[in-house]
């Protein structure tokens, strides 16, 4: 009991000494628990039946879905209030005026999940054309990291262009460490794309990624620097990558100005800070990077002979 005393002591005098890192009286923060929790509910609406224990049937759909959106939608609301609440920085806004507007965001959302299926159908649809190993798509939604990732990052996106502080970081964080893909919910990702394997992936703030883009694992669409910390808020960082560009394994594509023209292939390893136009075949040979025009690409070197 002495020892127990000790270090409830002990604790108690930190608090008081480090501050920074303590959360004691102050406005009540959104629960990371509950919002994992509600990813993955919301991840149940987006794909029925896919996780769950029991199947679902035509005749419990209506009364499924229904229990489903009502949960999700109080919860939401709540958790959103929570952020705006905390965030707030005008005295004059009240707690109902936030209420009205964690309704509203909620809301909002919970309309668009239809679209949002429409272009997270386009992606299971490019995982499973672009993988000669899936077996279904009903394989690449059950059982594909990238699928957990980019449907929670497309529902983050939505309340990240709401302004809503916590929330969409917790979520696209939480599902970070489900799958080992880091897509930032302020990045803009078009249709059809597919991460292939996936692990160690990272997609920043400011990317932009056009329709029926391929990546690997191991990639980086980084900034340059962010030695400027919190004066490059806001500031374009990251790359653009345009339709139909395909990223090998463990590339590092980096800096708001650089743009990966339509069409192209960056081969593995490669290391980018500049432009390169649409069409472009980019390899890494020795220690330098070379860019070629796709139609004027070396021939393949034969085959090193084996024994016979």
Request: net charge negative; glycine share 8%; with cysteine.
């Amino acid at each position: 009991m002495e020892l127990e005393n000790k270090i409830i002591e002990n604790m108690l005098q930190s608090y008081n000494e480090i501050g920074g890192i303590n959360h004691i009286d102050g406005l009540n923060l959104p629960s990371r628990n509950i919002i994992e929790e509600l990813t993955t509910d919301i991840l149940r609406l987006l794909f029925p039946g896919f996780y769950e224990e029991k199947p679902i049937r035509l005749s419990n759909l209506h009364e499924w879905t229904s229990e489903l959106v009502r949960k999700i939608r109080y919860n939401l609301t709540n958790e959103i209030l929570k952020s705006l609440e905390y965030c707030a920085t005008d005295e004059r806004t009240t707690s109902d005026s936030l209420k009205d507007v964690a309704k509203s965001v909620t809301d909002e959302l919970l309309l668009k999940l239809p679209q949002i299926r429409h272009v997270l159908q386009t992606d299971v649809e490019a995982a499973y054309d672009g993988d000669p190993a899936a077996f279904s798509h009903e394989e690449v939604i059950v059982a594909y990291p990238f699928i957990q990732a980019i449907g929670t990052q497309r529902v983050a996106h939505e309340l990240y262009k709401k302004n809503i502080p916590f929330i969409p970081r917790i979520m696209t964080e939480w599902a970070h460490s489900k799958t080992g893909i880091d897509l930032h919910p302020g990045a803009e990702i078009g249709s059809y794309f597919f991460i292939d394997h996936g692990t160690g992936t990272i997609v920043g703030e400011t990317c932009v990624i056009g329709n029926h883009v391929k990546m690997y694992h191991g990639i980086t669409l980084g900034a340059k620097s962010t030695s400027g910390g919190q004066q490059l808020r806001g500031k374009k960082r990251h790359p653009v990558i345009e339709d139909h560009v395909t990223i090998y394994p463990g590339a590092t594509i980096l800096g708001g100005e650089t743009i990966i023209g339509a069409g192209s292939t960056i081969g593995g390893n490669v290391f980018l800070t500049h432009s390169v136009p649409p069409n472009s075949l980019v390899i890494f040979e020795g220690l330098t990077t070379r860019i070629l025009n796709k139609s004027e690409r070396p021939p393949m070197p034969p085959p090193p002979p084996t024994d016979l």
